[in-house]
């Protein structure tokens, strides 16, 4: 069965540095998404992407975030200047282009910003 | 503001028995429902979904039940096995023409026991 492939698995980075998530979304699958889980809390939503742009996004998705879609296959997730509190795992998502079809997730890049 | 949320945080049933775990949500413009499994180290696994157009929805071994005038999202799932011990998410959105963003609860531990 087709799945999202998130890498790498956990990512270690000082704080005020960059970091990029990467993730593979299912093959056939048109949209795209970043969600965010800080430990203990509830998955939260960050951004929605489709066809090369950001169709939604949420408060927490501040100017030090962006999304990429550099080629035909993969979708990152750039932090551009790490803070303490980015520390949480980050799930890819993505779904077919009808909009009530499931979002298949990836199992996620553990970011710990020391 | 709008929020989706669990009854139970830890619900523990006997192998064999059936499961059911309750969900509640406020934003009555939702019109589109999923459940998620998450299991430890990975991410949200989708179960099963419903439209608001439905009151019930039949998977194998799971069931999901949706009840509009008390905005009230249940999954129940037969002959729970230990494989099932997970923590359960419910999740709603409001369909569009441009993905559907989704908003978690706060997810409910099942803990099959032998």
């Known amino acids: 069965e087709p799945e999202v492939t998130q890498t790498p698995s956990h990512q270690v980075t000082q704080m005020g540095q960059e970091v990029i998530l990467r993730c593979v979304p299912i093959s056939n699958h048109l949209y795209f998404y970043w969600y965010r889980q800080i430990l203990g809390q509830k998955v939260e939503f960050l951004v929605s992407f489709y066809n090369n742009e950001i169709s939604e996004k949420s408060e927490i998705f501040d100017d030090q975030f962006s999304v990429e879609r550099p080629d035909g296959s993969n979708f990152t997730l750039k932090i551009r200047s790490t803070k303490l509190e980015d520390s949480a795992m980050y799930f890819c998502a993505s779904s077919e282009v009808r909009p009530d079809q499931p979002q298949h997730f990836g199992d996620g890049t553990r970011l710990s910003i020391l | 503001g709008e929020s989706v949320g669990l009854h139970l945080p830890t619900l523990s049933v006997q192998e064999g028995d059936n499961s059911i775990i309750n969900c509640a949500y406020s934003?009555?413009?939702?019109?589109?429902f999923i459940w998620y499994k998450q299991e430890s180290g990975k991410g949200p696994q989708f179960i099963i979904d419903?439209?608001?157009?439905?009151d019930k929805r039949q998977g194998q071994r799971v069931t999901v039940l949706l009840n509009k005038t008390v905005k009230h999202l249940s999954l129940q799932i037969a002959a729970t096995q230990p494989g099932d011990s997970a923590v359960y998410f419910c999740?709603?959105?409001?369909?569009?023409?441009?993905?559907?963003?989704?908003?978690f609860g706060t997810g409910t531990q099942l803990k099959v026991e032998l």
């Open positions: 934003n009555s413009a939702s019109d589109y």
């Open positions: 999740a709603e959105s409001i369909l569009t023409g441009g993905g559907n963003k989704l908003t």
């Open positions: 419903i439209r608001s157009n439905m």
